[in-house]
Structures are given as C-alpha cells and as structure tokens.
C-alpha cells in the first residue's frame, strides 16, 4: 500500500503556455502533500506544502502566483506552472502523508513528472 | 531542522556490506534521523528512521552513535539496485506538518 502516483510523466510545452501536474494518493487518504522540484544533478528542493481544503504554504523564494497548487480531496493535489518558461524546466515530484500517520508520517513519494519548457 | 553533511560519494562491490555516513553535530533531542534514497529517474523512498537506538528493517540497519551527532546507515549486502543517492535528513519530532529539507546526499555506486 501507500502509492503515490503523478500525471503526466513527462511534458513538453512552449514557453508562455501553463502546465498542470496531478497527485494523487491511490490507496491511503493524504492529509498532507508537498511539492518538490529537482533540477540535474541536484538535491530536491522543497516548493510548497499543501493540505486538504486550505491554502498551500510556500517556501521562500518560491513564486506562489507561478507554481499554483490545490488540494481539493484527500487524494488529489494539483501543481499548475503558469507561463512556463526555459528556467522552469524540471523534475517536478509530490509526496504525501497518511491522515493517520499518528506522529511519524512516513512521506510516500511520486515517480515525479519531467517539465521541458522550449 | 538541524543539518546533516554526508560524504558526496561512496563506492561499493556487490554483495559486500556498505557503510554510509551522516554527520548532524547540532542535532537536537527531538529531532528524528530518517534515511531516504532515490533511483535514478525516480521519486525517493523511505529506508529507515530513529530516534536514539539503534534500528534494523528489511532495507537497512541504522546505527546511532551514543551522543547522537552522527550515524549510519548499513545496507548489509549491496546489490546493483541498491546505487543510489541517499539522504540523511533530521526532523524535529515537533514538525507535525511533516516536511522534509533535503541535503545534497551520497550518491553510491555499486561494482558487479
């Protein structure tokens, strides 16, 4: 149990254009999600917590109005690029915590979406 | 969360065990170590946690030094699938909104 899956698993778009990535938590209830974004050859860095039915937390630096996150269920979290440009080209990955997790909430990761802009 | 520093890169042969180091000098008394690795290409996954003792799992062992600024993470018979990068990561058990800060890793490498 505990899978985590994300769509699509890799998009090319022009630049301009916005791009949504989905998810979702197939077999658990997620209370909480977290995007992160990767670049080559680096470590993943932590964009934006989101939970169910409320307003994602962003980290510094990230642009909240760029990188638009919902969390409408407890199974789905969406992460829309607007006007993507080159530089935002990246290993877009979710991860998700069980609502029932108690303290330790193992996060459960996505296979991640591949983002190249053009 | 405290920080952790991890050697860059680590080599190993199949089959034998494989030592890989964390250091978190700063650590506090409620802070977590947890271990992920992530595959080529792919999303992390969880390897193991813990807090003061020593633990053991169907991945990997973790071993706590007793002042709790450093550990390590032992897979005990590499295999190709195991390459690579870990992360050693603290989480303040305080941290209830669960988030993660992740450091650069050990990107290990395995030899047939």
């Known amino acids: 149990g505990a899978v985590v899956s994300q769509h699509p698993s890799r998009v090319i778009c022009k630049s301009g254009t916005s791009v949504k990535i989905e998810c979702r938590s197939l077999d658990f209830q997620a209370t909480t999600m977290f995007w992160y974004r990767q670049f080559p050859k680096q470590s993943l860095m932590l964009m934006a917590t989101?939970?169910?039915?409320?307003?994602?937390?962003?980290e510094q630096g990230v642009e909240k109005d760029k990188f638009l996150i919902n969390h409408a269920s407890l199974t789905l979290s969406t992460l829309t690029v607007t006007s993507a440009h080159p530089e935002d080209s990246s290993f877009y990955i979710c991860?998700?915590?069980?609502?029932?997790?108690?303290?330790?909430?193992?996060?459960?990761f996505g296979p991640g979406t591949r983002l190249t802009v053009l | 969360d405290a920080k952790t520093t991890q050697p860059n890169s680590m080599e190993s042969n199949e089959e034998e065990p494989v030592h890989l180091p964390c250091n978190h000098s700063t650590i506090s008394g409620t802070d977590y170590i947890h271990w992920y690795r992530q595959l080529p290409s792919q999303g992390p996954e969880y390897v193991i946690h813990?807090?003061?003792s020593n633990v053991n799992n169907r991945m990997a062992s973790l071993a706590i030094a007793e002042d709790r600024k450093s550990s390590t993470l032992i897979l005990h018979r590499a295999t190709l699938r195991d390459a690579a990068v870990y992360y050693c990561?603290?989480?303040?058990?305080?941290?209830?909104?669960?988030?993660?800060?992740f450091g650069q890793g050990t990107e290990l490498s395995v030899k047939p």
């Open positions: 989101s939970n169910e039915g409320s307003k994602a937390t962003y």
């Open positions: 990561i603290l989480r303040d058990v305080r941290n209830q909104g669960g988030k993660l800060i």
């Open positions: 813990g807090l003061t």
């Open positions: 991860s998700a915590t069980k609502t029932s997790g108690g303290y330790y909430n193992e996060q459960f």
